[in-house]
Every structure is written in structure tokens, then in C-alpha cells.
């Protein structure tokens, strides 16, 4: 088949052209190889703005959540320091109350704690102990498992956990070791990778333009790296976690179990109307990879225009790093460009397969 993917390369650009966002670096691979990978737009409108790259660096956001919270989880869970079925409040000790004694950790993976999708707490705190006491003194917005709403305050607790051992940076440093050495991925990007990072939003909060600086308001707050948000990183990066992923669902040995990131991308079933496995989304017809992705597909899509899926029956990966909220997340042109390119890429598959 062609490597070059011209349905797909046709839709970045019309979207470049269109200003859904001005940079974009699209990647496509297997578990055994990166299959194509293309830039597109420059890092900002600027008409004199650098062009984008193959290694341009892009604020991750919530993709932090499926490269970083859920496989540092994933790695405690299997070395016995935590319980998928355990009471939060082992973990938090002011996580109390009637309604909320029966969350889990489970549950805080699955977006069906109760807990709300959002709150703008940096308005009124900074760093942990702050947020911690302000997300437990968050009323409940539904009864536990009774349904799912996507929540960062939940994978702020994820993260608080991972704390209580060590740094979370410290701790993805680790992470990347073990799953083959990956570079231009991590929390707190270096000053040498500022001119080739896209910028985000123009801030009003902090009133200034983002670049290697974490957009998500919140993680600021809590110093740059958080469970729901902080890592930056390529294409081909994000590109290499996926390639591990695969390879250990094909049976290699990899920083996790086969049997662990198995529970962890299969959909719970025991929520009603949820997509959601253990950290990530699962592959729903209305999902943002289109329409043409397996039924075993999972991924996860970032506030700043990022997303990864993964198709197991396939043996295929799609990344899309863009910088759609600069310079202001007003724009949302990025959900259906996603769902095109998506689906322009498994349309050339399965006609060169």
C-alpha cells in the first residue's frame, strides 16, 4: 500500500488552510514500525511563524492521563501497591463521607466516581494539599457507577497517589526507561526545546502566550505535572508508546503485564451508557477516530488538539498532535478534522491490505 496517506494529508491541509489550528504533525504506525509521519502549518498564524517538523514539541495534555497515570498505575498494580477495588479513601485520607466510601480506584480510572468533568480551583488554590481538600469537599455530582462523566479531578487523585511513592516526573523518567528508552516525552520540557514547541492559548489567566508551558490551568497550579495533564512530547514519541503497547498485546515483554493492559483497555461493563475502560475511551461510532476503527479500539484525545488510538485487531496506531486552542480554545474545528483524518487513514489501509 502507499505510505503517504493522501486522503488524510488532503484533510490536514484544507484544515490548516481553514485555521483549525495552525500546526499539526500527524503519525501513523504498527507494532513493528512507524508507517508515515507528516508535518503540516507553521507554529502559530504568523505568516513568518517556523515552519512545523517531525520533532516539533506539542503540550500533550490529557494524553498525560494514557502515557503517564494510567501505566505508572498499571506498573503499582501488578507490584501489589495498589488495589483497583480499593476504597479511595486508603489512598485519601479526606476522601470521607456515606456517598463516598464505596469509590475505588477502579473508579476513579473509569470517570464513574461521581466526582464533576471540572473546576476552575487554581483560581483560589496552589499545590497539592490545597486541591486535595477542595476536591474532596466536592459534592457528588451523580451516584457512583451510575453513569460516566470524563473528569480531571479524579485523575488529580490518581496522581496524588503516584505521589505519595515519589515525583511523578521522576516516576514517568522511569516509565520511559522501561519501555524502550523514549526521549522527547516528558513533564517540565527543557529550554532547549523551546523554539521548536507549538505554542497554546494566549493566556488571560497568566497573561502571557503559552509555549512549554503547561496550558491546563489547573496543572499550573499544582507546578506543571499533574495526573490529568503536563507531558509534552512528539509524534514520534507518543508514536513509540503506542509501538509498546502493541507489542506487548502481540505477547512481548514490556513495562507492563499482557494480562494487565488487557483489563485496562477493556470497556467496563457495569456502567451504564459508558465507553470508558481503565484510563482510556473506547471505540463508539460517535468516538473522535471516526467511524472505521475496530470494536477493540481504544484511545484518548488532549484539550490542545492531541489524540491517540489504537486499533489491536489491526495492529495499527494513529497520532495527531495539534495546537488547535492558540491562540484561544474557542476553536473546536478540531473534532471533525480528527474524525476525517481518522477515517481517511483506515480507508487507505484496508484498500492496500
Known amino acids: 500500500m502507499s505510505s503517504e496517506f493522501a486522503g488524510a494529508r488532503e484533510v490536514l491541509e484544507r484544515a490548516v488552510a481553514a485555521r483549525a489550528f495552525p500546526a499539526a504533525v500527524v503519525e501513523v504506525g504498527t507494532a513493528s514500525r512507524m508507517l508515515w509521519r507528516r508535518p503540516f502549518g507553521r507554529l502559530t498564524f504568523a505568516e513568518d511563524a517556523a515552519a512545523t517538523t517531525d520533532d516539533t514539541i506539542f503540550d500533550l495534555a490529557s494524553l498525560t492521563k494514557d502515557l503517564a497515570t494510567t501505566p505508572l498505575d498499571m506498573r ?167 509501538r509498546h503497547i502493541l507489542q506487548v498485546l502481540d505477547g512481548r515483554v514490556g513495562a507492563f503485564r499482557h494480562d494487565t493492559l488487557a483489563h485496562f483497555i477493556s470497556k467496563r461493563d457495569d456502567v451504564p451508557g459508558s465507553s470508558r475502560a481503565l484510563g482510556w475511551d473506547t471505540m463508539l461510532p460517535t468516538s473522535s477516530c471516526g467511524t472505521r476503527l475496530s470494536p477493540r479500539a481504544f484511545g484518548h484525545t488532549g484539550f490542545t488538539g492531541t489524540s491517540l488510538w489504537i486499533d489491536p485487531e489491526r495492529e495499527l496506531y494513529v497520532v495527531l498532535l495539534t495546537n488547535r486552542v492558540h491562540p484561544t480554545p474557542a476553536n473546536s474545528a478540531i473534532k471533525e478534522v480528527r474524525r476525517a483524518v481518522h477515517d481517511a487513514i483506515i480507508e487507505e489501509w484496508e484498500e492496500g491490505a
Not at 190 to 201: D, E, G, L, V
Open 76 to 242: 503499582l498494580l501488578e507490584r501489589g501497591g495498589i488495589g483497583l477495588d480499593d476504597p479511595v479513601g486508603r489512598y485519601i485520607g479526606r476522601w470521607r463521607g456515606a456517598e463516598r466510601d464505596s469509590v475505588t480506584v477502579r473508579d476513579l480510572l473509569a470517570h464513574c466516581s461521581g466526582l464533576p468533568a471540572h473546576r476552575h480551583f487554581y483560581r483560589e488554590h496552589h499545590g497539592r494539599e490545597a486541591f486535595e481538600i477542595a476536591i474532596c469537599d466536592t459534592a457528588l455530582d451523580y451516584p457512583p457507577r451510575a453513569k460516566s462523566i470524563y473528569s480531571d479531578l479524579g485523575f488529580m487523585l490518581l496522581g496524588f497517589m503516584l505521589e505519595d511513592i515519589a515525583p511523578l516526573p521522576a516516576q514517568f523518567d522511569a516509565l520511559r526507561v522501561q519501555m524502550g528508552g523514549i526521549q522527547e516525552l516528558q513533564f517540565h520540557p527543557p529550554s532547549i526545546w523551546m523554539k521548536r514547541t507549538a505554542p497554546t492559548q494566549q493566556s488571560t489567566v497568566r497573561d502571557r502566550l503559552l509555549v512549554g508551558e503547561v496550558d491546563d490551568d489547573n496543572t499550573w497550579a499544582l507546578g506543571g505535572a499533574a495526573g490529568q495533564a503536563g507531558l509534552f512530547g512528539t509524534a514520534g514519541a507518543v508514536g513509540e508508546c503506542a
